[in-house]
């Protein structure tokens, strides 16, 4: 899935691409992934024709990020609200072939013609660029609405502080914390509410820096580790965007050096002790972390 660090690294991209473009066409092959909020259309049949209609024409203003929605800001107050979800992938293309940008989930890679089988909306520019989303999953969301409904339209995710933008409180995640008493921290630190955009890779390698086992009851940690992972989650957030993000293909981290320092490294020795990295499931989701820089028992 695409985390925070890879959607900012993609709105980066498309800053410098999207804003003075406008939208010559949009076409959308699966219904499912487009939604109108404050805004009618003749019924349910009629939903992506009436998007196309409100698309065509207007110029994007902005690209900006709230955890890991894409907001593009559109003349005549409206704004397009994009989630990856899963399995998205955005590519711009420009009028020359050549590949202008990228981000998302990793498939498909680049090379592979677009549009891809699973390429499944795209929105063609005045410039002759074509903006492809392709999503292998059929997850992704796009919300169409008039400005004034982002913030209604944000809090119904009950988002968190933004770990890139904002301050992560320890007195908040201690309160936090304490009100989960048997949840592990991994599953707590998952949860969009505690801190919005935080991911299954960024998560492992926030509790790897601080030591702390992802089966550690949230509640059970001392204030200096709250007060650790409040350091550490924009820390390790933003050396991520610094880095190019943290590869993973296949649950397999996909480079030697840099981050991811434990996830997708089942196996591997740890960079600071040696002992293999361990996997195991916290939630549903494959956990990776140090059984000797991690104990469980601190």
């Known amino acids: 899935m695409p985390e925070l660090p890879e959607v900012e690294l993609l709105r980066r991209q498309l800053e410098r691409i999207l804003p003075g473009r ?28 009436r998007m196309r209609d409100l698309l065509v024409g207007r110029r994007v203003e902005s690209v900006d990020r709230r955890g890991k929605f894409l907001l593009w800001g559109l003349t005549g107050g409206l704004v397009l609200a994009v989630h990856l979800k899963l399995a998205g992938q955005i590519v711009v293309v420009g009028p020359d ?99 919005a955009g935080l991911g299954n890779i960024y998560a492992d390698e926030v509790l790897f820096a601080t030591g702390i086992h992802p089966l550690r009851p949230a509640a059970g940690l001392t204030r200096p580790e709250v007060e650790a992972l409040a350091a550490a989650i924009p820390e390790i957030l933003s050396r991520a965007v610094a880095e190019g993000a943290g590869p993973v293909v296949g649950d397999r981290a996909a480079r030697d050096n840099g981050l991811p320092e434990v996830h997708g490294r089942e196996g591997e020795p740890c960079r600071r002790c040696g002992t293999p990295i361990r996997r195991l499931r916290v939630g549903g989701r494959s956990t990776y972390f140090c059984p000797t820089c991690q104990p469980l028992s601190p």
């Open 22 to 49: 406008v939208i010559a066409d949009f076409e959308c092959r699966k219904p499912k992934l487009c939604r109108l909020r404050g805004i009618e259309a003749a019924g349910p049949g009629e939903l992506v024709s």
């Open 97 to 195: 072939g050549r590949e202008l940008a990228r981000g998302g989930h990793w498939a498909p890679r680049p090379g592979v013609p677009l549009p891809h089988r699973a390429t499944h909306i795209t929105f063609r520019l005045d410039d002759g660029s074509v903006v492809y989303l392709t999503d292998i999953r059929q997850f992704a969301r796009l919300t169409l609405m008039p400005a004034g409904e982002v913030g209604p339209f944000l809090r119904e995710f009950g988002l968190g502080p933004d770990g890139l933008r904002e301050p992560v409180d320890a007195e908040r995640l201690e309160q936090v914390f304490r009100r989960r008493p048997k949840a592990p921290i991994k599953a707590v630190l998952l949860d969009q509410a505690v801190v």
